[in-house]
């Protein structure tokens, strides 16, 4: 769903410019992604998509520019506010291997009450009933997929407002890659925005609006319609047409 | 001999965990190594002399003071210290040269209180504690003497030292397995940069971490004297020497592995103190050559750096 003109994006982000020592990797990166929308960011290697993730995480400090969340201006706030106030990130290692499975859900509830924890935690067992069967394993012991589904599901354990993820494609077979894919789509339209930095076609299923980011620098914005008519962009991306 | 042995070895290895513990703790959330940590427990060692010599506390009590007492001195010291050095290039070396430091800052500043003479608790104090425990736990009058395991005799205060040592150890052990503010920290030591970008505020649990560290060695203090033999102010490079043999043994890093290695530890002390004592103090030396050359990731291997 494209954002409405006439209300404040849930998250804006004007002017970032940031990078590692004196290396710059973004040249005033401008995004905006609006409560209950899907956002997918398209580039290539080095890019600066996993730059720009951790910036609007406090991962990584800013150099230049602003970052609302909820009308609010969160550019210095550390990351742990930033998850308070519901923005959540999905790494692309999922959560810590030698925890268990409920171990990782929990520290994605970690600011709920002791009983709101416990009941989203069966409720997501509920969503993913093959962490369920394994909620003592370890999470270094589970395949690949189940591992994906641990980090949406422990992402997804504060009941946040917005779910940024790096590449969940990563490390997955096309199957997998598919099963994501069909998972997050169930939960859009829920009150639940996402920003998925990714270079796989079949994200785009899930995507309102799409990003192209190009050396730091934001190129194209527009929907997935407007991506699929834009021969370049197919090139660019998905090695199409 | 051999039965004599094994046992005082298992109680000399839970002591020697908890002695681990504390450092390994610090390590595994914060990956820096605390040359000061035996230092920690010469001031611990220091605090029930001291209580026990001015106000007659016996040790038994000296436990939770001495764990409060060092937790909370381990705050400031965390934010003084660690989060400056944990933004350096290679935190891991630089604490190596500023826990050095501090250890002689702490050593010279105990020496210029204190002195340089040996000091020691009668080992009747814990025997007698332990005896009214039992008194009052079994409804008997119990004697304070010593304590007969499998036909073996030990002097009380072993008794009493390896099984506090072990009860400490349970509850460290429950705090990490058990308690939400366990799991948080075992999420740190598994990987500081997911736990991060989770929201977990690493800063406070490696704070805590930190103070758990020297709590815990303060505890372990409290039983030098039982254990160790007489407290001086010099006495904590040997034991951060120990400690650290007894986490590499197990492994860096593995909350787990300390246990492993302290008992590891125990027995061979035991054994070299029984059938070779002249050499008994070569064992940690011995012990970490022979691991780092065999099994440079300690006895649990792979699992090393893991929580």
């Known amino acids: ?115 709101e924890a416990r009941l989203r935690a069966e409720e997501l067992y509920s969503i993913f009933p093959m962490l369920a069967d394994r909620r003592r394993a370890a999470a270094g012991s589970l395949s690949g997929g189940q591992r994906k589904m641990l980090g949406i599901a422990k992402a997804l354990a504060s009941n946040p407002r917005l779910v940024i993820m790096d590449e969940p494609s990563a490390g997955l077979s096309p199957l997998l890659v598919r099963e994501v894919v069909r998972v997050l789509a169930s939960f859009r339209g829920k009150g639940l925005a996402f920003l998925i930095a990714e270079q796989n076609v079949k994200f785009l299923d899930l995507a309102d609006r799409v990003y192209t980011l190009d050396g730091g620098r934001i190129g194209f914005v527009g929907t997935v319609a407007e991506v699929h008519a834009n021969d370049a962009l197919q090139r660019a991306y998905f090695g199409l047409k | 001999m051999l039965t004599y042995t094994l046992l005082a070895g298992l109680l000399f290895g839970l002591y020697f965990t908890l002695i681990g513990l504390g450092l390994n703790l610090v390590f595994g959330v914060m990956r820096i190594v605390n040359l000061a940590h035996g230092d920690f427990l010469m001031l611990g060692a220091f605090l029930a002399f001291w209580l026990f010599s001015l106000f007659a506390i016996n040790p038994i009590p000296t436990i939770p003071i001495a764990f409060l007492v060092f937790l909370l001195l381990g705050f400031p010291l965390y934010y003084l210290l660690v989060p400056r050095l944990l933004r350096a290039k290679d935190p891991e070396m630089l604490s190596f040269i500023l826990f050095f430091g501090l250890s002689q800052v702490i050593q010279a500043l105990a020496t210029i209180l204190w002195g340089t003479s040996e000091r020691s608790i009668p080992g009747g104090q814990l025997g007698r504690a332990i005896a009214a425990i039992l008194s009052f736990v079994t409804g008997r009058t119990i004697e304070n003497g010593p304590i007969e395991i499998l036909g073996q005799s030990f002097p009380a205060a072993w008794v009493a030292s390896g099984i506090a040592s072990g009860i400490g150890v349970l509850l460290v052990y429950w705090y990490l397995y058990r308690t939400k503010l366990g799991y948080l920290t075992r999420a740190v030591m598994v990987s500081r940069d997911e736990a991060v970008a989770s929201g977990i505020d690493v800063d406070r649990i490696s704070a805590i971490a930190f103070g758990f560290g020297l709590g815990l060695a303060a505890v372990a203090g409290v039983f030098a004297p039982f254990l160790l033999g007489s407290i001086t102010p010099a006495m904590g490079a040997e034991v951060t020497i120990t400690s650290f043999a007894v986490i590499v043994i197990g492994s860096l890093g593995n909350p787990l592995g300390t246990l492993l290695g302290g008992l590891v530890y125990g027995i061979s002390y035991m054994f070299m103190q029984s059938y070779y004592s002249s050499w008994a103090n070569l064992l940690p030396y011995l012990l970490l050559i022979a691991v780092l050359l065999l099994r440079p990731n300690g006895l649990l291997g792979r699992q090393a750096r893991r929580a």
């Open chain 1, 1 to 115: 769903m494209p954002p409405d003109a006439s209300v404040s994006p849930l998250l804006s982000v004007t002017g970032i410019e940031a990078g590692y020592g004196k290396v710059q990797v973004l040249w005033g990166t401008d995004l905006a992604v609006a409560g209950n929308e899907s956002v997918v960011l398209l580039g290539a290697n080095g890019a600066g998509k996993t730059t720009l993730l951790k910036v609007l995480m406090g991962l990584i400090a800013i150099w230049r520019g602003r970052i609302n969340f909820a009308d609010e201006d969160i550019t210095s706030l550390r990351t742990d506010r930033r998850v308070r106030r519901g923005i959540v990130y999905m790494s692309e290692t999922s959560g810590f291997p030698a925890l268990t499975v409920d171990e990782n859900i929990r520290i994605g509830a970690q600011f709920l009450s002791k009983a």
